[in-house]
């Protein structure tokens, strides 16, 4: 069964950073075979796209487009999501997400808190 495990999250001050990870496990599974996401939860909010990673294609929210990078590491089978210059905005759950055609995996979340 595949397992995603996110970590990282943590209390910031605006303008800071933080690295979220994601480690990929169970089975076959492996990050080059899904395309991997990165999605948010605020209070109240829907969950929302942050960035996706599908082979070398990048894809970013507007909210976030300059301010974060998302790479994976095969040999780690790990996803990260790098934040700069964060903003109380950004403040949120933020899930991992692996999928393919016919499977979509989650994990159970980070909470990234950024203080004013």
């Known amino acids: 069964q595949v397992r995603l495990v996110e970590s990282g999250g943590d209390l910031v001050q605006a303008g800071g950073s933080l690295r979220l990870s994601c480690l990929v496990s169970?089975?076959?599974?492996?990050?080059?075979?899904?395309?991997m996401g990165w999605y948010r939860q605020a209070p109240g909010k829907a969950r929302e796209l942050v960035a996706t990673l599908d082979g070398v294609t990048r894809n970013y929210a507007d909210s976030v487009k300059g301010r974060c990078t998302i790479f994976g590491n095969n040999a780690e089978n790990t996803v990260y999501l790098e934040m700069n210059s964060l903003k109380p905005e950004d403040t949120a759950v933020y899930y991992c997400?692996?999928?393919?055609?016919?499977?979509?995996?989650w994990g159970q979340g980070t909470q990234v808190t950024v203080s004013s």
């Open positions: 997400n692996a999928r393919t055609a016919e499977f979509d995996y």
């Open positions: 169970g089975g076959h599974a492996h990050v080059s075979i899904f395309t």
